[in-house]
């Protein structure tokens, strides 16, 4: 609005533009003031649910145990005699059969178990992680759940407790502070179909995973790029290492998630919600590595901090 305008709304609306049906804009301070605010509230909240993830009764830090299966028999149990010793539940389990290439279940008389929920009276077969339906056996009334994992061509037994040691006495997360500069849009940038890219694990398998493109970003004048995996649904997966990893953030590196790209191929990296794989706060778990092509020669002083509860 001109000032000869702005001057004549004044004079006809009695000195008030919002009477005209016209409200003054805002002081530009007062909008930044709020924009910013708005900003915190959405990073705090997103940092209240990684908090919740992480110390749901089956959340990471409630694992207790990883074991891979060897024989072709284990006896399960907390006892000291026990071919596979839990750390909590039962003294004795019940008997794990490798037949075939499946995994069977037979559960000890009187043991208190659960499959998927239901009572567990006699043997069954367990089901992986890579199947439609995973089998998992609970014990402890609930507080305790086992499953089958398979990486690399191997099964092993992955089991949880809501009274873990690491998930009762969570230190808690440390962040940077939030910072609305490294809320960075990118530019996604497509791969051929069906390209996948080798992702190591912390176990040292290494799995090839559905690479769809890659996102790059400019930081400080300089342009960087992380490839980007395939979460299913069009939305990416980043993991990453830069040069803060083992000086404030995790040593093996940070993960990212990013929406899907738009039509443009403009998609948002924030990374003050950068966090920390499993392997941050549990020995037992199969974290995915930073590839070499996710090796940043920046400091990203955004996101989540090592963790300090963890002595491995």
């Not at 533009?17 to 909240?45: I, Q, T, V």
């Not at 080798?198 to 300089?222: L, M, S, W, Y």
């Amino acid at each position: 609005m001109t000032m000869r305008k702005t001057m004549l709304w004044l004079l006809l609306c009695g000195g008030a533009l919002a009477a005209c049906g016209e409200s003054p804009r805002p002081p530009a301070a007062a909008s930044a003031k709020d924009a910013n605010a708005g900003f915190r509230a959405e990073e705090n909240a997103w940092r209240q649910q990684r908090r919740e993830n992480l110390l749901r009764p089956d959340g990471w830090t409630s694992l207790i145990g990883l074991h891979w299966i060897q024989l072709k028999a284990h006896f399960l149990g907390s006892s000291p005699g026990s071919g596979i010793r839990l750390a909590k539940g039962p003294e004795k389990m019940g008997l794990l059969q490798q037949q075939d290439g499946k995994l069977f279940f037979t559960p000890e008389r009187g043991a208190e178990l659960t499959l998927d929920d239901q009572p567990l009276k006699g043997r069954v077969q367990l089901f992986d992680d890579k199947s439609e339906s995973p089998s998992v056996i609970g014990f402890d009334q609930g507080k305790g759940k086992l499953t089958v994992i398979e990486r690399g061509g191997r099964h092993a037994l992955r089991v949880k407790h809501a009274d873990a040691d690491t998930r009762t006495g969570f230190a808690g997360l440390d962040y940077w502070p939030a910072d609305p500069s490294w809320k960075i849009e990118g530019r996604f940038v497509a791969n051929a179909p069906g390209k996948t890219l080798p992702i190591p694990d912390i176990i040292g398998d290494t799995n090839d995973i559905p690479n769809p493109g890659a996102v790059e970003f400019q930081r400080g004048g300089k342009t960087y790029r992380i490839e980007a995996l395939d979460e299913g649904d069009g939305s990416l997966f980043l993991i990453f290492a830069d040069r803060t990893n083992g000086h404030g953030s995790y040593g093996a590196g940070r993960f990212l998630d990013a929406g899907k790209p738009d039509a443009a191929g403009k998609v948002v990296l924030d990374f003050n919600r950068a966090y920390n794989p499993p392997c941050a706060f549990t020995p037992f778990a199969t974290c995915p590595l930073p590839p070499p092509e996710n090796r940043l020669d920046l400091a990203v002083l955004a996101g989540e901090k090592q963790y300090g509860g963890l002595k491995h």
